[in-house]
């Protein structure tokens, strides 16, 4: 018997409508969400870390330059202060130099405040003698700067040759006349030809002579440098070296003599021949600082001459006469170039006493905290050698911790967080406090990974904390009160955003959607702030059952 069509259709939705509806059970049944409510939460952010106690400062000590040792002033497991003398090598004879240049210094500013004074009171005369002039002193004013400017043009043509018979004297001096009691050369260290009792002296000259090798090398490159088409600046810088090498070739020189004319040496005939090249070496660097000064002091005073004459030309130029202004003016004129040259006098004086200071300065190891001894190899009547290790001093009572903190944590920290410190020889319930000081750009790979370093500074002295304790360390990076915040299990990163599942009602269900937010700090008790994307009674997916 056959159904009719209508029939059919009934039957087959109904078969639908029950398929559709045990779907949608199971469906119903599949999933089972666990959830979490957006609320407000004071949360607080720490990174914890381990790291080791060091003393807050270590420092190895010792001299730039070799001497004889004077004096040691701290022996092992003394305590001392930040500044205190601990080694000091011999120095009468630079204590004498630094008085009598410290006196050259006082000379100087004393000269110039009377040439100050002298300036001021010369501009106050010319300001009140200002009068028209003549044209034919208009010419007579030109001529007289056109021949000025020959005669200056002349002395900068000679200055070639005064320069070069310079060098050539120096050429003589270091490597003709005191070749015969010196061995070594530039490529190996100079060492001297003779015995002497003082051994000090011996190594300043060997010293010496091997820097003056060198700065005749480098005063040659700069002289064939120059050309008939340098500029009078061009000579003016070369006028100032010039002295600077010919000084560099005395100190040498004078260093030697102090070798020759040692105690022990002086009866000696064998080195009467020495000592005569010496000299000999001596007048001729002497001659040659005359000549170059002497050029230099002919331009300079031609200079001023030129200058002088100029402005009496833009005086008489402007209808000024000159018969009283042009005597004004070049007094003004030779007052300033006289506070000029003073100010380079003072300059000098006091580059003098920086140069000494910084000799003295090399010859004593000083302190640079307060602390204990705890090496100093040091002993008077010694040679230190310099660049030697002699006095280590760690800091007194003063430690930090040294902790590397993995890349992921790095970022939240900064310098000046505050942190709480245990340490294992105590136990968890003593509570140290510190701060951090330092954080270093630069990575350190640990197995692999990469960290940095941080220093830690504890904030008070205790007698209990000791280097090389372990310590465990808790830092807190940063704090929020009453912000929004949600479990960080709830959280996904998709495409570098930040998603959670929102639950929402959808046709009489909760159904989850998907929903980009922005976060903030991650707390301590596993909460995350939510900076934006949900709003507070929000509840969001932080897991699924079957």
Known sequence: MKLGAKKWWWIGSIVVVVITGVVLAGRNKANSYT???????????????????????????GLPTSGRVATVSAQVGDRVTAGQLLVALEQGQLGAQLRQAQAGVLSSQALLSQYQAAVTREQAKLDELLRGSLPEEIAIKKDQLATAEQDLSNDYATLSTTVNDAYNKADDAVRVKTSAMFSGNINLDYSLTFNTCNSQ?????????????????????????????????????????????????????????????????????????YRTNLSTART???????????????????????????????????????????AQRAALKQAEANLTSQQAQVQQAQANVQAIQAQLGQSVIRAPFAGLVTKQEAKVGEIASGGTSLVSVISDNQYQIEAFVPEA????????DQAEVTLDAYGSEVIFQAAIVAIEPAETVIEGLATYKVVFQFTQDDERIKSGMTANIDITTDSRTQVLAIPQRAITIEDSKRIVQLLEISAGKEVPIDRTVETGIVGIEGLIEITSGLEEGDRVVTGVSK
């Open 35 to 61: 959830t979490a409510t957006v609320d407000r939460a004071d949360l607080t952010q720490i990174v914890s870390v381990s790291g080791t106690v060091k003393p807050a400062s270590e420092v190895n000590l």
């Open 201 to 273: 002296a011996a190594i300043n000259a060997t010293a010496a002579r091997e820097q003056s090798e060198s700065d005749l090398t480098k005063w040659l490159t700069e002289l064939n440098q120059l050309s008939a088409v340098s500029s009078q600046f061009e000579w003016d810088q070369t006028i100032i070296k010039a002295k600077a090498h010919l000084q560099v070739y005395n100190n040498f020189l004078i260093a030697l003599n102090s070798v020759l004319t040692d105690s022990c040496l002086l009866n000696n005939s064998t080195y009467d021949t």
């Open 284 to 326: 001729a660097i002497n001659t040659a600082l005359t000549n170059v000064g002497g050029a230099e002091q002919d331009i300079a005073a031609q200079k001023i001459i030129i200058s002088r004459i100029k402005n009496e030309l833009d005086l008489v130029l402007a209808g000024t006469p000159v018969e009283q202004i042009s």
């Open 409 to 416: 944590d790095i970022a939240k920290l900064t310098v000046s």
